[in-house]
């Protein structure tokens, strides 16, 4: 409302739903602002914070408020983020380059930081809904097949990457790779789009974790890993392995 000049009283008639969905104004402690989310194309909660992304950059919230997204918490990366995703607190961020590991936060007085720390830049994750969060860490599907990180090591789990190179060719076959995880049997479950004739999934590829999952090394390289892969007429199955290292 508005006081004339001279006047010493002043009634508020603003109705109480209208007054709740005003922004809360702060005078006084050096809170910072209840900027409203960016529209975004990724979400992510971790440790009662929202992350979103928005091409490059990676906002987040204020605590326990994940509705509340001061303008400047966020950190720019290098490329277009492609996913982001966590593990024992670890907040893990993928480009279709690189996997980085996202570090610090912003309180809700405007103190702290955000930055990150490549851990991987062989690939990155170039299909968002294969991102797969198990009891030890992320499988998420790379350049070359499908890769496992806790946040700091970063390798592949497949030894396919020949063939896996023409499940990626077009966006149609990068968003028909969905993978979820059966806790109860310890099993990941990821569907195959094998060429954009289809229009569906064709091969549904498992990955048992029951006895976990081992990298191996071959010239200073990653090479081949531990997985006993079995070909149906439509399904690839990933039966055996033994633990991370």
Request: proline content about 2%; some cysteine.
């Amino acid at each position: 409302g508005e006081v004339t000049n001279g006047t010493t009283t002043y009634s508020d008639f603003t109705d109480n739903t209208t007054l709740l969905s005003n922004e809360a104004l702060y005078t006084n402690g050096g809170i910072v602002g209840n900027d409203a989310p960016p529209a975004s194309s990724i979400v992510h909660i971790l440790d009662n914070r929202a992350y979103y992304v928005v091409k490059n950059k990676l906002f987040q919230s204020l605590s326990a408020d994940p509705d509340s997204v001061p303008e400047n918490f966020f950190d720019s990366y290098e490329e277009d983020i492609t996913a982001v995703s966590s593990t024992r607190s670890n907040l893990v961020v993928f480009t279709n380059l690189n996997v980085y590991r996202s570090e610090g936060t912003f309180d809700e007085l405007g103190n702290g930081f955000m930055r990150h720390e490549k851990i991987f830049d062989r690939t990155g994750c170039v299909a968002q809904q294969s991102v797969v969060k198990a009891d030890n860490g992320i499988f998420f599907a790379g350049k070359d097949g499908f890769y496992y990180t806790d946040g700091f090591q970063c390798f592949r789990v497949t030894d396919f990457e020949d063939t896996f190179a023409g499940y990626t060719l077009t966006t149609q076959q990068k968003k028909a790779i969905t993978g979820a995880y059966d806790n109860v049997t310890k099993k990941i479950y990821w569907t195959i789009e094998t060429t954009s004739a289809f229009t569906s999934p064709n091969i549904l590829l498992v990955l048992d974790l029951k006895f976990g999952i081992k990298k191996f090394w071959k010239d200073g390289k990653y090479d081949s890993y531990n997985l006993d892969m079995k070909r149906s007429p439509n399904v690839y199955l990933c039966s055996r392995s033994a633990g991370i290292q």
